[in-house]
């Protein structure tokens, strides 16, 4: 093993990272190679700076005129473009993300995590903290009605045991008992929970004292002696239309709950920022009883992973989304998209009521947040989903034969209600 791994390793002994920590997640290091001596280099190298393989003229990296050209003249560095991203993402949206996650969850104030690391979106943050924290044998922890991607880097791509519990109780509330039986039956008291607020494909988010439950819940399995490795899944984190609904993420309450439990924030500039196609996510971890220099270990074997699968992440989107970040708009901008989300949200829950005789056919799950709603189906949701697509042209998402998933958000406010009435009509042709 490499002297740099263990010397982070040994800075973790003791702890429940350690104790989570994968094969690859003991191994991984963030060399002193060319990275590192490039970054050290380009404080120190004040004469000749010959480390990095990027082509250079009059200190700045040389381009194409025909992407440059596309910039507002003066607005950006060629370096703030065309140049390698810092390993771990820029500093100064590092900075400004952390700032903004505390505004956005104050209950975090006064409490040590790590800064955000910068992954390229929200599948490669998870992904990384897969291959670190989990491999052949462990078991993943997931609701039943959760986005497929998950299964597909936890199982298919390394190896783990994927275990399930019921979204919702009898009460159609956030089933946190069931979560518990699902912990608790795993035999060596190790688990991995990925939990989605707001959860893609239902867009329920528990309601502030579902979320403190659920808070308690872990306590106790970490005070019985689990080790749980919690992943919050923020990825539209923000959009809440209910009072009642939980404002802060979960996060906030287990960065510093137990030391066996360790918080990992996967949030994301994609839907927070309406970036989509820019890939800009992060990660911060919490642990209760964390040192600074125990979430430096941390930073460097994430890096590590980031440096030997992607090498950095893009920098034009961040240098981007510093500007957009620090403009007067950004805040009233992305208000007018959760006015327009809310909006389109109160429609669908109202016209739904039109159709609750027709709840055989389709019944909405609870939904209070994010950019879906879903329905459980009587019958083959594949085959309802083929007939809206043949016959009324509508594109929806099919869910192991038994959910379909409607993205209100990509749908006009003013289309809403024809779109309800055309899901009906098709569900009472498939399945009268």
Known sequence: MNELAVQLNETLKGTVAEALMSGVGRRMYFPKGIVAQSAEA?????????????????????????????FVPGSFKPADIFSYAPGGGVKELRELWKKEMLEKNPSLKGKLTSNPIVTSGLTHSISTICQLFAGPGDTLVIPDLAWDNYELMFSA?????????????????YNVAGLVEAVRGIPDKKARLILNFPNNPTGYTPSEAEMGLLADALKG????????LVISD???????????????????????????????????????????????????????????????????????????????????????????????????????VLEEMQGR?????????????????????????????????????????KRLLDVYHIGCINIAGKVLRVAYC???????????????KAAGEVWS
Not at 44 to 70: C, E, F, H, R
Not at 157 to 173: H, I, P, R, S
């Open 42 to 70: 380009k404080t120190l190298a004040t004469k000749y700076n010959a480390t990095i393989g990027m082509a250079v003229k009059d200190g700045q990296p040389m381009y194409l005129s025909d992407i440059y050209s596309q």
């Open 234 to 336: 923020d990825a539209y984190f923000g959009l809440f239309y209910e009072k009642e609904t939980a404002r802060e993420s979960l996060f906030s309450k287990l960065c510093d709950l137990s030391p066996n439990i360790l918080a990992v924030k996967g949030d994301a500039a994609t839907k927070e920022a309406m970036v989509w196609g820019f890939r800009i996510a992060f990660v911060t971890f919490g642990c209760k009883g964390f040192t600074q220099a125990q979430y430096d270990a941390l930073e460097k074997k994430m890096m590590g992973i980031i440096r030997a699968t992607v090498s950095n992440c893009d920098h034009p989107g961040q240098s981007l989304l510093v500007h957009a970040m620090k403009s007067a708009s950004y805040q009233s901008d992305k208000r007018k």
């Open 345 to 385: 949200y109160e429609v669908f829950h109202e016209v739904l009521k039109q159709f609750e005789s027709q709840y055989g056919l389709l019944r909405p799950y609870p939904f209070n947040s994010g950019y879906f709603m879903a329905f459980a189906t009587k019958g083959d949701a594949e085959e309802l989903r």
């Open 410 to 424: 990509s749908v006009e406010k003013k289309d809403i209600p024809d779109l309800i009435g055309q899901l009906y």
């Open 157 to 173: 791509l390394n190896d783990c045991k994927v275990k399930t519990f019921k979204m919702y109780d009898e009460a159609m509330g």
């Open 221 to 228: 399995l970490a005070d019985d002696g689990y080790k749980l």
